[in-house]
């Protein structure tokens, strides 16, 4: 069994990881220009989706890191930033008593080990938190899948393809897919039988989502959910995903030159305008990918709706395509950055020299201090 202690340093290193991520997401974003990759949707998805992957699976990148360094392979590498931190000191970079010091490199772990144990009000209050983040984005996970089973479950099937089935619904204004364990579900409002074009459209894109695999990421990101039900970050890369993830999509199915470009755009207008927000059900139904999202205050592109930055991009599609180099020269060096510093965060396994080191220059100072006192008691 893992220790609780390692859970949760695990855990607060996934959120530093993410907000690190993020804020790498945003430097970069806008200087994608400069390598004519802004409207790389592709690429940018495939980044977005391969850091958040390393970031799931850091625990196992360092649990690999060190079984590296007790066969030899990776030994005398320090990655580690307290190590490096510890280093500086001791060869003069910070001025700051040892003590002090010590107590500045070890707080974390202080922490965390109280936050465990229980130790004060500050650990309950913490415990509570998060203990009351989590139980509420369970319980809105629960809702959302229980609308969703119960939305799919109203419709009926109208065509089979393999694996895949088209279900028409009365209950939706708006198309979406969704999955089970073996089979994927493509739901379509029984008004759109009428309307060929939009059928079309609607068609495309759905298969299109299911082609790229963007459920089982939605799935993935969505079970994850509770545990960063407080973290900020974690929504805001959700909701980058998701607008990146139309944006591909739309790319896609346009590039096959199959569907016009007035018809694509005036299905997303034709949709969007049947009080979408007014469908509450469908709203917090999840997991699923639709063909419109729900339009939200917070839900921004660049300054714009993401309907507006969607309707933008699809009359400028020359640079949607991009190779496979171009493509890992932008996903690589990011996720390569992503691993070492889930390397670097994590906490030491054992002494270092250099903690031996510190640990003997702090009973040094300690043991100074105790002899100056005494001498000062006897004068």
């Given amino acids: 069994m893992i220790p609780a202690d390692k859970l949760l340093d695990a855990y607060v290193n996934a959120n530093i990881l993410f ?3 993020y804020v790498f997401w945003v430097l970069v974003r806008g200087r994608l220009a400069l390598f004519g990759l802004e409207r790389a949707y592709g690429a940018q998805l495939r980044l977005l989706n391969s850091i958040f992957l390393t970031i799931v699976l850091a625990p196992l990148i360092a649990l690999a890191f060190g079984l590296l360094q007790q066969i030899g392979v990776a030994k005398g590498m320090t990655l580690n930033l307290s190590d490096m931190v510890v280093s500086y000191y001791l060869n003069g970079g910070l001025q700051m008593r040892a003590t002090e010091f010590e107590a500045l490199v070890t707080l974390r772990n202080t922490v ?10 500050f650990a309950w209050l913490t415990l509570a938190v998060l203990g009351a983040g989590f139980v509420t984005g369970l319980a809105r996970l629960v809702i959302s899948m229980t609308s969703l089973r119960r939305i799919v479950r109203g419709s009926y099937v109208w065509r089979r393809f393999g694996r895949v089935q088209l279900r028409l619904s009365d209950k939706t204004l708006v198309p979406f897919s969704t999955r089970g364990l073996y089979t994927y579900y493509v739901v379509i409002p029984s008004h759109m039988l009428t309307e060929a074009h939009e059928l079309k459209v609607t068609l495309a894109h759905e298969f299109q989502h299911i082609r790229q695999g963007d459920l089982e990421w939605e799935i993935l990101i969505e079970a994850l959910k509770p545990f960063f039900f407080l973290n900020p970050v974690y929504h805001a890369w959700k909701r980058q995903v998701e607008n990146l993830r139309e944006l591909n999509c739309d790319s896609q199915v346009l590039s096959r030159g199959r569907i016009d470009v007035r018809e694509y755009c005036d299905t997303l207008l034709s949709v969007c305008q049947k009080t979408l927000s ?16 729900a339009e939200r205050p917070r839900v921004r592109q660049g300054g714009k709706s993401v309907l507006e930055a ?3 991009s ?3 599609l020359r640079d949607a395509k991009q190779s496979r180099l171009a493509v890992l020269a932008l996903v690589l060096p990011f996720v390569a950055a992503v691993a070492l510093l889930s390397l670097a965060i994590q906490t030491p396994p054992d002494w270092s020299q250099d903690r031996l080191m510190l640990s003997t220059v702090v009973n040094l ?7 100056r006192l005494s001498a000062f008691g006897r004068n």
């Fill in 314 to 316: 699809l009359t400028n």
């Fill in 19 to 21: 907000v690190c991520a």
């Fill in 112 to 121: 965390t080990l109280n936050i465990v144990s229980g130790v004060g009000w």
């Fill in 278 to 293: 007014r469908d509450r059900a469908f709203v917090i139904a999840v997991p699923k990918v639709t063909l419109v999202t």
């Fill in 365 to 371: 100072e300690r043991l100074d201090e105790i002899n």
């Fill in 310 to 312: 969607r309707i933008r």
